[in-house]
């Protein structure tokens, strides 16, 4: 009768384990549905929010890059890289959201410095740009002038920048590039992604 006993005790914990995988595998896939959806709808936030922002400066380009681990380099020191994970464009204007992955952070340092120090980063002419590598990066782009801004969250960590480009017409650069207004817009619309991405 104990064999018998101990049998059945195993059959029946094993039915209640398979039960409980069973509910535990459609509870996870359910939270991994939502998770989608609200990624989703964050995302198109986020390029509702890039077409006003293109169209209220007047920009060639708009788009968000995110800042992100890249692996790790023999010594142990992590890479920290950025990439592109939205974008829109005007009619005729190249898409660079592909092309514009995982950019180590090391490479583009003055840039990302200057961009934190001032809390912003805009520039009407290429030539002016000190950062050589970002500057080729900008000219392969087609970008003759450039307005961007970092997205930090209410706890003031900078998770990413928020840009804009200027390829065909120039003019509708912001004249004043340290105008507070085009600051305090750029700032606010950053604030916003920001409420999206995290």
Known sequence: MGVELLTALAAVLSA?????GVWAKRRWSEGGKCQVETHVKAGA???????????????S????FEFHNGGSYFSGRGQQKFSCTHEVVEPGISAECMSSQDHRVSN???YIN????EGRFSYL???DIEDGGFRNLLQTKGVK???NVPIKTLNGKIIG???VDYVNEVESFPEIVNDSEVQEFMSRQSRLVAGYLV
Request: proline share 0%; charged share 10%; net charge positive.
């Open 16 to 20: 209640v384990a398979t039960l409980a």
């Open 45 to 59: 936030n986020v390029y509702t929010a890039l077409k006003f922002i293109k169209a209220e400066m007047g920009a």
């Open 61 to 64: 380009r708009a788009y968000v």
């Open 108 to 110: 583009y340092s003055t």
């Open 114 to 117: 200057a961009l934190i120090a």
């Open 125 to 127: 002419s290429m030539d």
């Open 145 to 147: 002038a450039i307005y």
């Open 161 to 163: 920048i928020l840009g």
